[in-house]
């Protein structure tokens, strides 16, 4: 893995890994939104930057980080790779602008909540029927039934 950050693109990238297990590991992961639970060691963060005279070439930095994301896979979660979404994976999808179909946000949400997404929607159609918490974050899941 390290040799790849002396390619010229991996210059300015780097990767945080965030501790998981302990206190984490004892609640289920059905008990908040956050799933990400027992069996996690870690959270990677994957970071690129460019300097400013760089940003004509941004398409190069963005090519690296997808290709080191993806000598990853051996090492991270699987059947389906997930993500935090506090951290937006914009590989795994996005949201049409406007209203989204349950159907196309199961495909990234199912990632970041897992077998939470369902009791999330459910729960945003009771409480915000009108979808005016809409920011987006909210955006993954709240615009998908409304």
């Known amino acids: 893995m390290w040799p790849k950050f002396y ?7 780097s ?17 908040t939104p ?18 400013v ?9 963005l ?9 990853m896979t051996p090492y991270v979660s699987k059947s389906p790779r997930q993500a935090y979404v506090n951290y937006r994976d914009l590989d795994i999808g996005v949201n049409n602008e406007g209203n989204t179909s349950y159907a196309q ?15 999330l929607i459910y729960v945003k159609t ?3 029927p009108g979808n005016f918490s809409s920011t987006n974050k909210a ?3 709240f615009h998908s039934l409304l």
């Not at 390619?7 to 990238?13: F, L």
């Not at 005279?53 to 930095?61: A, D, H, R, S, V």
């Not at 090519?63 to 000598?71: G, T």
Request: a negative charge; hydrophobic letters at 35%.
């Open 7 to 13: 390619e010229e693109e991996g210059k300015y990238a």
């Open 15 to 31: 990767i945080l890994l965030v501790p998981y297990g302990g206190k984490m590991d004892e609640i289920p992961e059905t008990e």
């Open 34 to 51: 956050f799933p990400h639970r027992a069996g996690n060691m870690y959270e990677i963060i994957y970071n690129i930057g460019r300097l």
């Open 53 to 61: 005279e760089e940003n004509l070439e941004f398409q190069k930095y």
């Open 63 to 71: 090519s690296w980080i997808r290709r080191f994301y993806h000598h």
């Open 105 to 119: 946000a199961s495909i990234w949400d199912f990632k970041y909540f897992k077998s939470n997404f369902n009791k």
């Open 126 to 128: 009771l409480v915000d």
């Open 139 to 141: 955006s993954l899941l």
